[in-house]
């Protein structure tokens, strides 16, 4: 699956006005709410919970 098939152009939020992850992460979370039709705090938990894992990527040198 490519990231293309996931992310729309209008899923990007650029220049969001926040301060804190938390907050940049619920506007996030109400948009992918409203487009997936699941609540935002549903979302707001799995974003949360995917956040504390930390990087996806691995560098390798």
């Known amino acids: 699956m ?5 992310l729309r ?3 990007f939020l650029l220049g969001l006005p926040s301060r804190e992850k938390r907050s940049a992460l619920e506007a996030v979370a109400s948009r992918l709410g409203r ?26 040198v």
């Open 35 to 60: 487009r997936t039709g699941r609540p935002q705090g549903q979302v707001l938990n799995a974003l949360c919970r995917r956040e504390r894992l930390g990087w996806t990527a691995k560098a390798t």
């Open 2 to 6: 490519k990231l293309s098939e996931l």
């Open 9 to 11: 152009e209008d899923d």
